[in-house]
């Protein structure tokens, strides 16, 4: 008996030291519908609270989150009833077979996420060649369209969620 009430304190130790309580703020799914207090969201930001933003990406364009990522909110914004946060740069990494990968080649990665659902973002690409094409049967032409490509703003609506802990 003893070996498990001591068992169970163990468990239910760890599992308060690891549990966080988050609070969801303010969300958007993918078709740009909103959940949540923007308004909340707003004071929290305007008192100095930490916030964190959560946003997901479809890349194949069925509905649902093909990967998710997760940032501390440091330079947020309060612009027009909106909240938007500036991921800082971020050293490229990719999803692929066998899990996240992270770029070899100095390339880095930015962001604006908005409580609109709203990403824009882009590559810093400081490394030639910034890509490695071995094994991959294109021309020049077209891995430099790659390039510019990357190299170009974009804009997609993302799936977000702002939290605070």
């Not at 305007?46 to 946003?55: A, D, F, K, Y």
């Not at 500036?86 to 880095?108: D, F, L, T």
């Not at 409580?115 to 020049?140: A, C, N, R, W, Y």
Request: net charge negative; charged share 25%.
């Amino acid at each position: 008996m003893k070996n498990i009430i001591l068992y169970l304190t163990v468990i239910m130790t760890c599992n308060i030291l690891v549990a966080q309580d988050v609070e969801i703020l303010f969300e958007t799914n993918f078709n740009g519908e909103t959940q949540g207090s923007l308004e909340k969201l707003i004071e929290h930001v305007r008192s100095g609270t930490e916030i964190r933003v959560g946003w997901a990406m479809d890349f194949d364009g069925d509905g649902l989150a093909d990967v998710e990522h997760w940032a501390p909110c440091e330079f947020i914004s309060v612009y027009d009833g909106h909240v938007y946060n500036q991921i800082r740069n971020i050293h490229q990494q990719s999803p692929g077979p066998g899990g996240m990968k992270i770029s070899g080649k100095e390339n880095y990665w930015y962001a604006l996420i908005g409580t609109d659902g709203i990403m824009q973002h882009k590559f810093i690409l400081e490394q030639k060649p910034v890509l490695d094409f071995e094994g991959v049967d294109i021309s020049d032409e077209e891995k430099q369209k790659i390039i510019d490509n990357l190299s170009k703003v974009k804009e997609e609506r993302v799936q977000t969620k702002w939290v605070i802990d």
